[in-house]
């Protein structure tokens, strides 16, 4: 835990670790006389020297959240405030992730009317590209992704490289026929907010064939949030994409979204 002056350099004031609590919980901090801005963020217990360059908030501001750093049952969180002078002060901190979910919930195939032998597709895996595997949670704009994996495509080294290959790749669903199936499965990687520079839209890509014909079907999810969960219903209705970064047809696939908050942990206080 940080706490920053808050005008002119926001140098720091004062750092301490504490070590997170496992529910609801009276957490104490300690800072200087003065308003502050305070910042919690993720770290491991008993490495300091990760944090020996820190002088200021800007400097924090350089960290980085990486997804090989990441336990998927306990992901790194962040909160920040800005406090006011006081000889002490109670606060309520909202502690979050940086990951989003996206969750495959169902999906069927419908062919019907369209001149292919076989009315089924064969998913040989699921995956996702332009996915954000490195973030800075704190700065500007509430944090922004800077590093991907599976520009446009899949890059298999990269992936399986990773310890948790599952959160990008998945083995596909085999036979797609037009009774829907619930798969239920779980992806994760860093926010990818709309809007944010040039930066291209995540994408969970199904891949696999239809009439022995590779195909893809690529559904970009325009905007990916910290701590929610993307939950996704498709419906295949023709023959998918020849390549894994070219958009399917408005009329390829339909596509049922809901987005969820992505539920960690219930909040505790800080006292300090």
């Known amino acids: 835990m940080f706490f920053f002056d808050t005008l002119g350099a926001q140098k720091l004031d004062s750092y301490q670790q504490i070590l997170r609590p496992e529910g609801p919980a009276r957490t104490y901090g300690v800072s200087g006389t003065g308003a502050k801005r305070m910042v919690a963020l993720s770290g491991t217990a008993g490495v300091t020297d990760t944090w020996l360059d820190i002088c200021n908030y800007g400097s924090l501001c350089k960290k980085t959240f990486r997804l090989e750093e990441e336990n998927p049952g306990s992901p ?112 994760a990687c860093y926010a990818n907010p709309a809007g944010h520079g040039d930066i291209p839209r995540t994408r969970l890509v199904l891949e696999g064939t239809v009439d022995g014909i590779l195909c893809y079907y690529p559904i970009e999810i325009e905007s990916l949030e910290p701590a929610k969960e993307y939950q996704l219903s498709l419906t295949l209705r023709r023959m998918g994409s020849p390549d894994p970064d070219i958009p399917v047809r408005s009329d390829a696939v339909l596509v049922e979204t809901q987005t969820v908050p992505w539920q960690m942990r219930d909040p505790y206080t800080v006292t300090f």
């Open 76 to 187: 790194h969180l962040v909160a920040e405030a800005l406090l006011p002078d006081a000889a002490s002060r109670t606060y309520l901190l909202n502690l979050q992730t940086m990951l989003s979910h996206i969750r495959l919930v169902s999906v069927s195939c419908d062919f019907s009317g369209r001149p292919y032998h076989d009315p089924a597709f064969e998913c040989s895996r699921i995956y996702l590209t332009n996915a954000a595997t490195e973030y800075k949670p704190l700065g500007s704009g509430g944090g922004h992704p800077v590093s991907w994996i599976n520009a446009g495509s899949l890059d298999s080294v990269a992936t399986q490289g990773l310890p948790h290959p599952e959160l990008i790749l998945r083995p596909g669903l085999g036979r797609v026929v037009l009774e829907r199936q619930f798969p239920q499965l779980l992806f």
